[in-house]
């Protein structure tokens, strides 16, 4: 099992940025792909962006161009930095990290976009 502690959400103001980390640990020998979802009050969770062990990355077309997902894996850590903010990406993000067999998640954390 893998342990995900997200951090760096806040209060910004619109055209702002934020970067969101995302920091692993336990079974991270396990890790194959890590990446981010959203889930605005009221909405289902949706998918904003993922990134493989090489480092292949995928976005949600309503983030691409403001947002990038970067990988360290020598500290086991996923970053998400977001540009550009608009009141629509405020939401809960949530970490995850897939192996072949699991999907583990974060506990989530506040990006509140709004002047």
């Known amino acids: 099992q893998v342990q995900l502690v997200e951090s760096g959400g806040g209060l910004v103001q619109p055209g702002g940025s934020l970067r969101l980390s995302c920091a692993a640990s336990g079974s991270i020998f396990s890790i194959n792909v890590m990446g981010w979802y959203r889930q605005a009050p009221g909405k289902e969770r949706a998918f904003v962006a993922t990134i493989t062990s090489g480092g292949s990355t995928n976005y949600a077309d309503s983030v691409k161009g403001r947002f990038t997902i970067s990988r360290d894996n020598a500290q086991n850590t996923a970053y998400l930095q977001m540009n550009s903010l608009k009141p629509e990406d405020t939401a809960v993000y949530y970490c995850?990290?897939?192996?072949?067999?699991?999907?583990?998640w974060g506990q989530g954390t506040q990006v509140t976009v709004s002047s």
């Open positions: 995850y990290a897939a192996s072949w067999n699991t999907v583990d």
